[in-house]
């Protein structure tokens, strides 16, 4: 069954319709993969980074209260130490619903531990300050200070974690443009190639069997009535075709009736008309009696049209000779 050129240019047009709409979802899902990444960076991040720093200053904020407190024996201090320590373990806990990485949620949870022997320390020392004892202050001081480093350094591996997934990030994020760049370019060379080939299917689909209905509308014009006419088309143009070679059946069947015709009328017109000439030029000669002038100038104009009218059957029997080709 052969498809109609309306039905033709229907699945044409969904053929690269369904190609673009492929090239859009392609991008629509690039985008959202773009929009993930980013939203990562931002909330994840980002976020962890500006924790880190805010958890460094809680720390540097007890250190410093401690040691002042240690010095001037003011609970005053010890208050600001205590909120400092609340603020960390508040910005800590934080910390940890953000991070959606295990090794940073790993580091989170060794500096927890390291707080907690931090202030473990401080609250000893305390306690020691205020029984008024003397206890081993430079002990002390060094053991908090190294807690306190190894914080500061789990904090710089924090952030250096979390700048190397933002740059690992980007990174694919560079890497996921390139491809989807690509790729929307060999989509889009496919689809017009795809397109330009469909169209000249179609369209030579449709002109070759019109090039074969012009050059019989041509031949019908010179005469030439043979329904000959065959063509793989489109249902359209084979109903065309159909018509045409129905017209030239029917014109071949008028012609052949014309042409006997003719043919038939130039013979019975020929021989009563030749007998007409005979008879008065009989007549004018004087076989038939004596005529007067008047009568001779009849006769004359009979045998002159006489004559016209064999001369006009003789060009129609010439007429039918021709189209019967005889001549």
Same mark, same amino acid.
């Given at each position: ?46 976020? @962890? ?57 790993? /580091? ?22 205020? &029984? ?118 029917? /014109?071949?069947?008028?012609?052949? @009736? ?25 007549? /004018? ?16 104009? &009979? ?8 001369? /006009? ?15």
């Amino acid at each position: 069954m052969r498809l109609s050129i309306f039905a033709r240019l229907i699945i044409s047009y969904l053929l690269l319709f369904s190609m673009l709409a492929g090239v859009s979802l392609y991008f629509i899902y690039h985008l959202s993969s773009f929009n993930q990444i980013t939203r990562s960076i931002i909330l994840n991040d980002t976020s @962890i980074l500006e924790y880190s720093n805010l958890l460094s200053d809680a720390l540097l904020s007890e250190s410093r209260n401690d040691r002042k407190f240690v010095v001037l024996k003011d609970e005053e201090l010890y208050e600001s130490y205590l909120k400092a320590r609340n603020e960390f373990n508040q910005l800590l806990s934080e910390a940890l619903q953000k991070t959606t990485s295990e090794e940073i949620k790993n /580091l989170f949870y060794t500096i927890g531990t390291r707080h907690q022997s931090f202030d473990r320390l401080v609250t000893e020392e305390r306690e020691r300050i205020q &029984i008024a004892k003397e206890y081993p202050a430079e002990w002390y001081l060094e053991q908090k200070k190294k807690v306190a480093d190894d914080i500061i350094e789990q904090l710089k591996k924090i952030r250096q974690t979390s700048e190397k997934n933002v740059f690992v990030k980007i990174v694919n994020l560079s890497e996921s443009g390139d491809k989807a760049r690509n790729v929307s370019i060999m989509i889009s060379v496919f689809a017009l190639t795809t397109g330009l080939i469909v169209a000249f299917v179609i369209t030579r689909s449709i002109k070759k069997p019109l090039d074969v209905v012009r050059t019989k509308t041509i031949e019908i014009s010179h005469g030439n009535f043979k329904g000959d006419l065959e063509v793989k088309s489109p249902p359209v143009i084979a109903e065309l075709a159909t018509a045409i070679n129905t017209m030239c059946h029917k /014109l071949q069947e008028v012609d052949d @009736i014309k042409s006997g015709f003719f043919s038939h009328m130039s013979h019975e017109l020929r021989t009563p008309l030749a007998s007409i000439k005979e008879g008065t030029t009989m007549l /004018l000669e004087g076989l038939g009696g004596e005529t007067s002038p008047k009568q001779q100038r009849i006769l004359k104009i &009979i045998i002159q049209e006489s004559n016209r009218m064999i001369g /006009l059957v003789n060009a129609l029997l010439d007429l039918a000779k021709m189209e019967a080709g005889m001549l």
